[in-house]
């Protein structure tokens, strides 16, 4: 009967072992699978109540049930987790002797730690415990727990334990294994995806033997296929290289192969297949040494930089001709932000160069008078808000410069920030006056003009009156042939003639007075001689209009004066009062 019993259990055990060696589901995506169908398999074989397998977590504080079977009813479970500081003696002992089992289990003392959280609430009476070790570190347990009466362990269940132990090890390795390579796929996979995204050539270099590795697309951006510069040789890196970046490429690899630069990062121009030479970026690190210290293989990749480089220095070149033109300006330029603080200026060394410690930082209330740094804040928010350009003029004191009228435009810059442009208009507003002061004057160089005409149109009608007048009577006496009469009227328009030329002298006199161009020549003079000449040339007009002139000036009455400014003033006086 009890070989019969052996018999069974024996052949239930090796059948059990069949099973999990040849079954290949350690290897699935379920991590608990393959350790439910181990629970399962040893309870059924092994006729007990309660089969478990435990991990332990990396850091080892934490011990976790991947899989836990019960047979009555036939279930599995998991995920419970216990902590390891709760049962220090246990752990030593199953890592020291690889295997604990006892028949009465709640009162063996290496049970202790678990007699009143397992075995007496789940009425386990017998435990037959197996270590499961991975490269000789213990990774977890095999627990097989009797309910109900005590039970002795067999010899060949001990084994079988052993075995499944061993069984549970594996599939643990497996597992390890199969997830390190799906870890390394993912990882080649996300390193071909961003080659391919980079669009970017790989590379790998012997440095001992200078035997040299590229991919197609390394070749294909230099216009060449791979069969048109293998093999490849340190002459043919030489010979597409740029001159002037080969010594700087090899000064960086040498720095990297001695350990100064972890990589090795080099900007490199490339001769293209025809014959143009294109940027490209060359990266790379040494992945493995020899023996004695020296670099052996190296792996990078190289990238088409071409077009970033020559829009780089086109920014450049911009850059620079912004700068030029910002220096050549000499208005004073300022950032503000919205706070009113000054972010950052600009001034040509001369008149608006003013130390940056002075401006740089502050608020405008600190550097501006407060009833004009109070018209900026406003007009900086306004500008914020609405984002249209401010102009304005204020009369400020710079330190330098004195008192001074400016033009300052400010305009919305980047993110709540304005940019300030601040002008010196002095010379403008000297320039504004001093056209407003011709302006004046030439408004009155006209109304002196229009006076001149209305002069000579008054001045010169009575005059020409009479020469009309005397010229028809002197036509009338030569039809009556009257000689005398004709002397007569001849004398009167001769007389009549010399008026006109001498008022036209005196406007001319006049005219160059308004303008400032007489020129002032006293002289001693009778002025009965200048009143009596007046009087002759007017008595005429006089006569005809039936106007007497008389005069009480006696001869001999010098005066010190401009006998021509005189004769004019006299004339003109006359002239008005007939």
Same mark, same amino acid.
């Given at each position: 009967?009890?070989?019969?019993?052996?018999?069974?259990?024996?052949?239930?055990q090796r059948n059990a072992l069949s099973q999990l060696m040849l079954d290949e589901v350690h290897l699935d995506e379920n991590f608990e699978k393959p350790f439910h169908q181990i629970t399962r398999e040893?309870?059924?074989?092994?006729?007990?109540?309660?089969?478990?397998?435990? /991990?332990?977590?990396?850091?080892?504080?934490?011990?976790?049930?991947?899989?836990?079977?019960?047979?009555?009813?036939?279930?599995?479970?998991?995920?419970?987790?216990?902590?390891?500081?709760?049962?220090?003696?246990?752990?030593?002992?199953?890592?020291?002797?690889?295997?604990?089992?006892?028949?009465?289990?709640?009162?063996?003392?290496?049970?202790?730690?678990?007699?009143?959280?397992?075995?007496?609430?789940?009425?386990?009476?017998?435990?037959? +415990?197996?270590?499961?070790?991975?490269?000789?570190?213990?990774?977890?347990?095999?627990?097989?727990?009797?309910?109900?009466?005590?039970?002795?362990?067999?010899?060949?269940?001990?084994?079988?334990?052993?075995?499944?132990?061993?069984?549970?090890?594996?599939?643990?390795?497996?597992?390890?294994?199969?997830?390190?390579?799906?870890?390394?796929?993912?990882?080649?996979?996300?390193?071909?995806?961003?080659?391919?995204?980079?669009?970017?050539?790989?590379?790998?270099?012997?440095?001992?033997?200078?035997?040299?590795?590229?991919?197609?697309?390394?070749?294909?951006?230099? &216009?060449?296929?791979?069969?048109?510069?293998?093999?490849?040789?340190?002459?043919?890196?030489?010979?597409?290289?740029?001159?002037?970046?080969?010594?700087?490429?090899?000064?960086?690899?040498?720095?990297?192969?001695?350990?100064?630069?972890?990589?090795?990062?080099?900007?490199?121009?490339?001769?293209?297949?025809?014959?143009?030479?294109?940027?490209?970026?060359?990266?790379?690190?040494?992945?493995?040494?020899?023996?004695?210290?020296?670099?052996?293989?190296?792996?990078?990749?190289?990238?088409?930089?071409?077009?970033?480089?020559?829009?780089? =220095?086109?920014?450049?070149?911009?850059?620079?001709?912004?700068?030029?033109?910002?220096?050549?300006?000499?208005?004073?330029?300022?950032?503000? +932000?919205?706070?009113?603080?000054?972010?950052?200026?600009?001034?040509?060394?001369?008149?608006?160069?003013?130390?940056?410690?002075?401006?740089?930082?502050?608020?405008?209330?600190?550097?501006?008078?407060?009833?004009?740094?109070?018209?900026?804040?406003?007009?900086?928010?306004?500008? /914020?808000?609405?984002?249209?350009?401010?102009?304005? =003029?204020?009369?400020?004191?710079?330190?330098?410069? &004195?008192?001074?009228?400016?033009?300052?435009?400010?305009?919305?810059?980047?993110?709540?920030?304005?940019?300030?442009?601040?002008?010196?208009?002095?010379?403008?507003?000297?320039?504004?006056?001093?056209?407003?002061?011709?302006?004046?004057?030439?408004?009155?160089?006209?109304?002196?003009?229009?006076?001149?005409?209305?002069?000579?149109?008054?001045?010169?009608?009575?005059?020409? +009156?009479?020469?009309?007048?005397?010229?028809?009577? /002197?036509?009338?006496?030569?039809?009556?042939?009257?000689?005398?009469?004709?002397?007569?009227?001849?004398?009167?328009?001769?007389?009549?003639?010399?008026?006109?030329?001498?008022?036209?002298?005196?406007?001319?006199?006049?005219?160059?007075?308004?303008?400032?161009?007489?020129?002032?020549?006293?002289?001693?003079?009778?002025?009965?001689?200048?009143?009596?000449?007046?009087?002759?040339?007017?008595?005429?007009?006089?006569?005809?209009?039936?106007?007497?002139?008389?005069?009480?000036?006696?001869?001999?009455?010098?005066?010190?004066?401009?006998?021509?400014?005189?004769?004019?003033?006299?004339?003109?006086?006359?002239?008005?009062?007939?």
């Amino acid at each position: 009967m009890l070989v019969q019993q052996d018999h069974e259990r024996s052949l239930r055990q090796r059948n059990a072992l069949s099973q999990l060696m040849l079954d290949e589901v350690h290897l699935d995506e379920n991590f608990e699978k393959p350790f439910h169908q181990i629970t399962r398999e040893v309870a059924t074989a092994m006729h007990v109540e309660q089969v478990s397998i435990w /991990l332990l977590r990396e850091d080892k504080k934490f011990m976790r049930c991947v899989s836990q079977y019960k047979s009555s009813p036939e279930q599995h479970s998991s995920r419970e987790i216990l902590n390891c500081g709760d049962f220090p003696e246990y752990l030593k002992i199953i890592a020291s002797e690889s295997k604990i089992y006892s028949d009465d289990a709640q009162n063996d003392p290496r049970f202790k730690e678990f007699l009143n959280n397992f075995l007496i609430p789940l009425e386990i009476k017998s435990v037959l +415990n197996m270590g499961v070790f991975v490269e000789g570190s213990l990774e977890g347990v095999v627990c097989i727990a009797h309910t109900g009466s005590a039970r002795s362990w067999h010899h060949d269940e001990e084994s079988f334990a052993t075995a499944v132990a061993a069984i549970v090890a594996q599939t643990l390795a497996n597992i390890r294994r199969k997830r390190a390579n799906d870890a390394l796929l993912e990882e080649r996979q996300r390193l071909s995806n961003v080659i391919q995204g980079t669009n970017a050539g790989t590379w790998e270099w012997n440095i001992q033997t200078a035997e040299t590795f590229f991919s197609a697309r390394w070749a294909e951006m230099l &216009g060449y296929t791979l069969p048109e510069i293998s093999p490849f040789t340190n002459q043919t890196w030489n010979d597409l290289s740029h001159p002037d970046d080969l010594k700087k490429a090899e000064s960086l690899m040498e720095k990297h192969f001695s350990g100064k630069l972890d990589y090795y990062d080099c900007h490199v121009r490339m001769k293209h297949k025809d014959g143009r030479w294109i940027w490209t970026l060359h990266r790379g690190k040494v992945i493995s040494w020899t023996e004695d210290g020296k670099p052996l293989l190296m792996s990078g990749t190289l990238q088409d930089i071409n077009d970033h480089k020559l829009a780089e =220095e086109a920014l450049k070149t911009s850059e620079q001709r912004a700068k030029a033109l910002l220096d050549a300006i000499p208005d004073l330029m300022l950032r503000v +932000n919205s706070e009113g603080v000054f972010l950052d200026y600009k001034a040509a060394i001369g008149e608006w160069y003013y130390p940056g410690e002075n401006i740089i930082g502050k608020q405008i209330t600190d550097v501006v008078p407060p009833e004009i740094a109070g018209i900026m804040l406003e007009r900086i928010a306004k500008i /914020l808000k609405t984002g249209k350009m401010v102009i304005g =003029e204020y009369h400020l004191n710079i330190p330098q410069m &004195g008192a001074i009228d400016v033009e300052a435009r400010a305009v919305h810059g980047a993110n709540s920030e304005v940019i300030i442009i601040v002008r010196n208009i002095g010379e403008r507003k000297k320039a504004e006056a001093e056209i407003k002061l011709k302006n004046q004057e030439l408004e009155k160089l006209n109304a002196t003009k229009d006076k001149f005409f209305s002069i000579i149109a008054h001045d010169l009608r009575s005059p020409f +009156n009479a020469i009309v007048g005397f010229s028809d009577l /002197l036509v009338a006496q030569v039809q009556d042939n009257d000689l005398e009469g004709i002397e007569d009227y001849a004398q009167i328009i001769q007389k009549s003639s010399y008026l006109v030329m001498e008022l036209l002298a005196n406007l001319m006199d006049w005219s160059r007075s308004q303008t400032g161009r007489i020129i002032f020549k006293p002289e001693q003079c009778d002025l009965f001689d200048i009143i009596n000449e007046t009087m002759c040339v007017l008595l005429e007009i006089a006569h005809q209009k039936s106007i007497e002139i008389n005069s009480d000036v006696m001869s001999g009455t010098f005066v010190q004066a401009d006998k021509e400014m005189i004769a004019t003033v006299l004339r003109n006086l006359i002239t008005n009062a007939i």
